[in-house]
């Protein structure tokens, strides 16, 4: 097992068009692993583009993940856009050229790695066709490859697949020149840019009246994600989400704000129904929480909150 990279602290998180961003992988897990947020992956797979089950990165942060990492010095937020504009115009003719030449250096190693693998893959295929030729029957190949991986660029020239002379794998390897670059998009400003740095001002991140309830389950531990899914605004996991299941359905509320005694009446009624606790709160007095100094231990005693099931179901 590898060692886990070390993440320097405070690191920065891109803010571009409204969101909160992660690129980094390790950083992602880090985060996870060390102050217990998830985030929500929003990016699309490059092999399969078209579907929204298995995303990667970036990671989107909710605004109140956002500024309790800031709060705890853990983080800081680069507003990318403001980033990139301040700093293009210093970038030298050099630069630009040297950046431009790694861009298409990693766009030449993809291409060659991705014409590699489907070589192997069709050669693979060839081999298994031409082995069930011999008696007399083609097998179904596995539904994870394609047809058209097994059939190599010769049959359009009406040559025949099985031809028993053909021993070397379909796609010959390529030099660096005949191999066509895949476009490479850089996900933030840096490079070419030096890596932003702390302010020296504080940061105050906007965070919707329920920030106060999610800083007091996050202090006891808790995992929190978005929770629009069941109509709630936090799911509440007792440990990693990939472990354990939600216990709690959680709304944050001002201590003075009216509510519909028939929200109260379904929140418990769908909480109890998948088996979870409707969980309600919010810092009393009717306050909010303007910095890290309020999330010690003494001032997380003045969020309350209360667990309602619905009795009979």
């Not at 500024?67 to 853990?74: E, F, I, M, P, S």
């Not at 293009?88 to 790695?113: D, V, W």
């Not at 106060?212 to 629009?228: C, V």
């Not at 129904?273 to 919010?282: M, Q, R, T, W």
Request: glycine fraction near 8%; charged fraction near 25%; hydrophobic fraction near 35%.
């Amino acid at each position: 097992m590898t060692d886990s990279p070390n993440i320097p602290e405070p690191f920065p998180i891109i803010f571009v068009s409204k969101r909160y961003l992660l690129y980094d992988i390790d950083v992602i897990t880090y985060i996870r692993r060390e102050h217990h947020i998830c985030g929500v992956l929003i990016g699309s797979l490059p092999q399969i583009p078209q579907q929204n089950v298995f995303l990667g990165v970036p990671l989107e942060l909710m605004s109140e993940e956002v500024r309790l990492l800031v709060d705890k010095g853990a983080a800081f937020v680069v507003n990318d856009a403001s980033l990139h504009r301040a700093r293009l115009p210093a970038l030298t003719r050099a630069e630009r050229s040297a950046f431009a030449k790694n861009l298409l250096t990693q766009g030449t190693e993809a291409a060659r790695t991705a014409h590699q693998q489907a070589g192997q893959r069709q050669e693979k295929a060839l081999r298994r066709l031409k082995a069930d030729g011999k008696s007399g029957k083609v097998a179904a190949l596995p539904i994870d490859e394609k047809i058209t991986d097994a059939v190599p660029d010769e049959c359009d020239k009406g040559e025949s697949f099985q031809d028993s002379s053909t021993s070397a794998p379909i796609q010959p390897e390529l030099s660096a020149e005949e191999v066509l670059a895949f476009g490479i998009t850089p996900t933030t400003s840096y490079p070419p840019f030096p890596a932003p740095s702390k302010p020296t001002s504080p940061q105050f991140v906007e965070a919707p009246n329920s920030y106060a309830i999610y800083a007091h389950l996050h202090s006891k531990d808790y995992y929190l994600s978005p929770g629009l899914r069941f109509g709630c605004q936090y799911l509440v996991y007792p440990g990693d989400p990939l472990r354990f299941h939600s216990h709690f359905l959680a709304v944050g509320k001002a201590w003075n704000e009216e509510f519909e005694l028939l929200d109260l009446v379904g929140g418990g009624r769908l909480g109890t129904g998948v088996k979870k606790g409707f969980l309600i709160g919010g810092l009393e007095g009717g306050d909010t929480l303007k910095s890290d100094e309020e999330l010690s231990d003494k001032a997380g005693q003045r969020v309350r909150t209360f667990c309602i099931e619905w009795a009979g179901m």
